[in-house]
């Protein structure tokens, strides 16, 4: 009797294949040949369940997008359990902060395929539509954390307001961008305990600044 194969689990060790050439190489060997050949696969069985090397690359930066901000939603919801104020609540923030940071094997290995699909995204078109969901997914979270961590009764209806959570938003991304590259690049000097410093600093004069406003 033939063995029956689970499609879903099939797609999935393909494109964990996948991740594990990104990881290592880069995006440029992610070939359906290669990622064939690094899931024990020949190229028609890949086929069977990716037409093209852009359906895969597609369907794979969309997984890491999902596997990313589903970390991210659990850290949120876990996050709204706490007193803000708290060392329970700061602790929250950054543990939720750290879902972008390549702090474990798991999270290296998504934060450098996230990064790889979303620089190729800049002249693969294909990829475009992640690239943009990604980008509000994550620009939703940091959002509303900055709102989150604004005192209590301060007012964002007026333009000033809105501009200063927007350049706080954007300030808080660049900064997780930057410790991702660099975790990636320096593990041994930008390890965790180095990251959560970082954060923890950017944290303090986040509230310093909207103080001042």
């Known amino acids: ?17 996948v991740f594990r050439i990104i990881a290592a190489d880069g995006l440029e060997r992610a070939s359906l040949r290669e990622v064939a050949d690094e899931a024990g ?19 794979s930066f969309g997984v890491v997008v ?15 359990q706490l007193v803000p104020g708290t060392a329970e609540h700061r602790d929250g923030v950054l543990t939720l902060l750290g879902q972008f940071l390549p702090l474990d094997e798991e999270r290296a290995v998504d934060a ?16 475009a539509g992640e690239a943009d ?9 940091i959002g509303w954390l900055i709102m989150e961590l604004r005192p ?5 209806s007026d333009g000033q307001g809105q501009q200063s959570l927007v350049i706080e938003a ?12 660099h975790a990636l690049l320096q593990p041994e000097w930008m390890n965790e305990d180095m990251c959560r410093d970082v954060l923890s600093s950017h944290l303090q004069s986040l509230g310093e600044s909207a103080a001042s406003h």
Not at 66 to 74: A, C, F, P, S
């Open 1 to 17: 009797m033939p063995k029956i194969v689970d499609a879903a689990a099939r797609r999935q060790e393909v494109v964990e294949a």
């Open 41 to 59: 696969l020949a190229v028609g069985s890949v086929r069977h369940y990716f037409s093209s090397s852009d359906e895969l690359l597609a369907h």
């Open 66 to 80: 999902d596997r990313i901000t589903g970390r991210l939603e659990q850290a949120r919801d876990q996050l709204t």
């Open 112 to 127: 450098c395929v996230w990064m790889a699909f979303k620089n190729a995204a800049r002249i693969r078109a294909f990829l």
């Open 133 to 141: 969901r990604s980008h509000r997914a994550v620009a939703a979270v």
């Open 152 to 156: 209590p009764g301060e007012s964002e």
């Open 170 to 181: 954007e300030r808080l991304l660049a900064t997780l961008d930057g410790l991702t590259m």
